[in-house]
């Protein structure tokens, strides 16, 4: 048999094992040493009590023959569908029937699956830096063409985040096929704004673009004028879907509950130009491929509509943001460029003058005992920042960030190679290393 070749273009990715390599060869070497992971990409609090309470008497169900529940709805059990769409969408106003959604195991596996669905010569586009999926499931499917020296692949479209840009792609010049874009993004912790996703919405209808949505983050969102659904915007529901996901919502990352809206305005077209309603495609590719998720882990995640549920949501989540909080302004303080850390649980950072991930994060490995993650490994315009998260105790937090922000990132380095900026001066000011800020003046002129 041959086998799907795309499989073998594909590299390694090395990046969290790497990490985890790095950090236990730390540990190796200083059996002392209090390690504090902030490259953690799992949430860590517990299951709301709520939900545990729930899926016991689910279990219970499953002891007795008349409560027995065998195979379930591939589309997920209703009592579910019209909790989502009742709480997540018409209760804020987006008109999104309990049929367009369809529960599943978890959004990384529809992020991947939505592939059975569009042409295999589509183009897809992708923001540099993202979640590594988007372009991995698309080459395993053979949409990724070759790839370059560069790491990337000649069929897709990477549309670059740079400082200069916040961290959120731009609208393309050129139409793709497939747009994939994350808000609260994954890495970067950047956000859209209701006039940005509008763009996106058009630039859609103009180029009968599909865009996939993953807002995986969307229950992180505080911010009353950031939408936490793509249907907020007009026109979305003739051309966008939404993948989303209990897993850092409520802590089902071990669970595995997710949901994808497909509506049923969304249509796709056969090479006569004729319609058809994507919807429908996604219901046989479901209901072929997939035989829905657990009816425990269903009525535990339709507990998180309850008053109780949504309480123990916004605690959780309130922990993790106002970690993401600190870590943004302890960073900000300290001289870091910072992005992300509102509406997020992930902060996106740079040292001034330090251009290699990797070094950047072997010196706050090194020096603070503190672990990140490196922002190359999500994409080359990642290349320099590193990504920190919320998902550690306060307390671990607040004694990273104070060990941080004692680096002095200047020993060991060319003054006046690193430093050249008045604006760089003044971001290690915020250090209160007044010596090495003497030397810098002097070694500067200033
Ligand atoms: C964690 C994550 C997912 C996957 O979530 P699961 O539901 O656990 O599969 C999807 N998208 C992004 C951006 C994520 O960070």
């Given at each position: 048999m041959y086998i799907n070749e795309n499989f073998i273009k594909l590299p390694q990715s090395y990046l969290f094992s790497t990490v985890a390599n790095k950090l236990k060869e730390y540990r190796e070497s200083h059996p002392e040493a209090d390690l504090i992971r902030m490259d953690i990409g799992d949430v860590t609090l517990p299951i709301a009590p709520c939900v545990i309470k729930a899926m016991h008497g689910a279990v219970d169900d499953m002891a007795a023959a008349e409560t027995f529940h065998g195979y379930g709805p591939e589309q997920g059990y209703p009592f579910l569908r019209e909790a989502i769409a009742k709480h997540d969408y018409q209760e804020?106003?987006?008109?999104?029937?309990?049929n367009d959604i369809f529960i599943s195991d978890g959004a990384k596996s529809d992020l991947g699956n939505l592939g059975n669905i569009y042409s295999k010569k589509s183009v897809i586009g992708v923001a540099d830096p993202g979640y590594p999926v988007y372009v991995d499931s698309s080459v395993m499917d053979g949409r990724g063409g070759e790839l370059l020296s560069d790491g990337r692949w000649s069929r897709i479209l990477y549309m670059e985040c740079k400082p200069e840009n916040g961290f959120k792609p731009a609208v393309p010049s050129q139409g793709v096929d497939i747009l994939f874009l994350c808000s609260p993004c994954n890495p970067t912790g950047t956000v859209f704004t209701r006039e940005e996703l509008k763009d996106w919405v058009e630039y859609a209808h103009r180029n009968k673009t599909l865009i996939i949505f993953d807002s995986a983050y969307e229950a992180?969102?505080?911010?009353?004028?950031?939408?936490?659904?793509?249907?907020?915007?007009?026109?979305?529901?003739?051309?966008?879907?939404?993948?989303?996901?209990?897993?850092?919502?409520?802590?089902?990352?071990?669970?595995?509950?997710?949901?994808?809206?497909?509506?049923?305005?969304?249509?796709?077209?056969?090479?006569?130009?004729?319609?058809?309603p994507l919807r429908q495609?996604?219901?046989?590719?479901?209901?072929?491929?997939?035989?829905?998720?657990?009816?425990?882990?269903?009525?535990?995640?339709?507990?998180?509509?309850?008053?109780?549920?949504?309480?123990?949501?916004?605690?959780?989540?309130?922990?993790?943001?106002?970690?993401?909080?600190?870590?943004?302004?302890?960073l900000e303080k300290a001289g870091f460029s910072v992005f992300g850390g509102d509406n997020s649980p992930y902060v996106?950072?740079?040292?001034?003058?330090?251009?290699?991930?990797?070094?950047?994060?072997?010196?706050?490995?090194?020096?603070?005992?503190?672990?990140?993650?490196?922002?190359?490994?999500?994409?080359?315009?990642?290349?320099?920042?590193?990504?920190?998260t919320g998902f550690n105790t306060t307390e671990n937090?607040?004694?990273?960030?104070?060990?941080?922000?004692?680096?002095?990132?200047?020993?060991?380095?060319?003054?006046?190679?690193?430093?050249?900026?008045?604006?760089?001066?003044?971001?290690?000011?915020?250090?209160?290393?007044?010596?090495?800020?003497?030397?810098?003046?002097?070694?500067?002129?200033?």
């Open positions: 804020r106003g987006i008109d999104i029937p309990a992180f969102i505080t911010d009353p004028d950031i939408p936490r659904s793509i249907y907020e915007i007009e026109g979305a529901k003739e051309v966008a879907i939404e993948v989303r996901s209990f897993s850092k919502t409520a802590g089902f990352t071990g669970l595995r509950c997710g949901y994808t809206v497909v509506p049923s305005e969304l249509k796709g077209m056969d090479r006569e130009g004729n319609e058809y495609l996604w219901n046989r590719r479901q209901s072929t491929k997939f035989n829905g998720a657990s009816y425990i882990i269903q009525r535990g995640a339709e507990a998180l509509y309850s008053p109780e549920g949504r309480k123990a949501i916004k605690e959780n989540i309130g922990v993790y943001l106002s970690n993401a909080r600190y870590i943004r302004e302890a996106w950072a740079k040292w001034p003058g330090e251009d290699d991930s990797w070094r950047l994060f072997e010196r706050i490995l090194s020096e603070a005992e503190v672990s990140s993650t490196p922002g190359i490994g999500f994409g080359e315009s990642g290349a320099g920042y590193v990504r920190f937090t607040h004694k990273a960030m104070e060990r941080i922000s004692r680096i002095n990132f200047n020993k060991g380095n060319d003054l006046e190679e690193d430093f050249t900026t008045l604006n760089d001066v003044k971001a290690i000011k915020a250090l209160d290393e007044l010596d090495v800020l003497d030397d810098l003046t002097e070694a500067l002129g200033i």
